[in-house]
């Protein structure tokens, strides 16, 4: 127990300022994921705060951030329309809380490991052109969807890029003068140059962008007024101001619902969405992770299972693992899981105390870190290597993208999954089985699984022996051949004599396999 306790503490100096600058970027999120959900603004915080004190500690990913999701934001939407009042709505959340402990306990976690890398790729690649598209307007001063930040193109793909446009035409100065430079900070401080510097290394660039905006704003205001900070780009968080006043703003659900079957069938839509996005997201992080650590997905579903009952409990949004978070963690060089914990702190902290401080933080300075994340996950050179990779890597890779670009992240991984696996049967249908020709012998030769998909192929290689020639048929090498397959070849050597063609098996004993040839 020490020295797990050491193994930790010895980050503190990378965990802590990832921390805050995670805090940073998922206060806005918080708010803006609980506007777009019809929910009030202070039920993200109370998810946030339950995904960073709660589910980082009982979960076993050590860079996974967790909190409201934007992915889940009209799915939320309905649900309360549905379900009359954000009370009843509540109940779902608990409940859907239970279905993902069981699931847990289910070893259903087993299911995130079926995702091919060539999707999760992709998803983390649209996630980062979603990012750029999103966070554009925030950067030029073009404030219109608040829950913007890290949605999955939240309205639709067509009013995004039609945002994007009127973001490029309405720029504010001010606003774009500090994100450009919070930019360029942020770009200076991943060169190789500045990096060789120890004093800097151990400041993360992310802060010092903030702190950048934070002290150009109180400048402006007060010698240039013009080029300050709007209101509605700057940081609003509500002021409590005691800890009496912050359980004040809990909300519980409401239990007479029980017997209401709308209730059940919310809370089994939100376990299974939020447990697909979560699973999702863990396993981009683990390909992330500079340690290449892997996640307990079973655990990581009790652990989500666990906050969102407590989040329903007290008033909270839906909770899952969410990649922008987490990719922030660890684009600001976070270790282990308390730099998430960090993060749920200070927003405990915030939302209690020191609302009016964080309220001078522009939103630009945000942007900027987005729009620097969101470059990581899709910069130019992955999909350079995809394409190098082949069309069965390449494809799914491009096609997930896309899809999910012009949907959203659920449809966009579904399409990317299928034209996946399409390709795995091609080439699976391709390998399992060879025909080689030796003069007048032939070798038909069963590779691994052979199964009623691969029975056309069989038949094609068939059509190719002669007459008069010699044929082998070697299944020595086949871990499981259906029953299909060795009723064609049956078929096959029942005419083999008529043409006088020599057959011979090897490598059948293991199945219900009856040579009919009377000439094996």
Known sequence: MKSLMHDYLKHLNQDLPAGIVVFLVALPLCLGVALASGAPLFSGIIAGIVGGLLVSWASGSQLSVSGPAAGLTVIVFNAIETLGSFQVFLFSVTIAGCLQLALGFLNAGVIGAFFPTSVIKGMLAAIG??????????????HSSYEGDESYMQETAESSFFELGQALEGVVPGVTLVSMVALAILIAWDSAFLKRIVWIRAIPGPLVAVFWGIAYNALAFEYA????????????LPALGSVGKFIGQFQFPDFSQVLNPKVFSVAA????IASLETLLSVEAVDKLDPHKRITPTNRELKAQGLGNMISGMLGGLPITAVIVRSAANINAGGQSWLSSFFHGLLL??????????????????LA?????????LARPRLFVEFYH????????????VFAILISDLLIGI?????????????????QAMTLTQHGSHYLLRLHKDVSFLNKALLREQLSKIPDHC???IDGSKALFIDQDILETLSDFMLTANDRSIVVETQGFESFCFIASSPRQ
């Open 389 to 400: 990779k082949g069309w069965n890597q390449f494809l799914p890779f491009i096609i997930t």
């Open 414 to 430: 579904t399409i990317g999954m299928v034209v996946g696996i399409l390709f795995v049967l091609k080439a699976n249908f391709h």
């Open 129 to 142: 052109l979603i990012l750029i598209i999103k966070q554009t307007p925030h950067a030029t001063g073009y």
């Open 368 to 376: 900027s870190i987005l729009l620097h994340t969101g470059y990581k």
């Open 225 to 236: 007024p013009e080029w300050s900070m709007p209101k509605e780009q700057m940081v609003s």
């Open 348 to 365: 405990l902290i915030s939302a209690i105390y020191f609302s009016g401080f964080l309220n001078t933080i522009p939103l630009a300075c």
């Open 269 to 272: 839509t939100i376990a299974i």
């Open 470 to 472: 010699h044929l082998s």
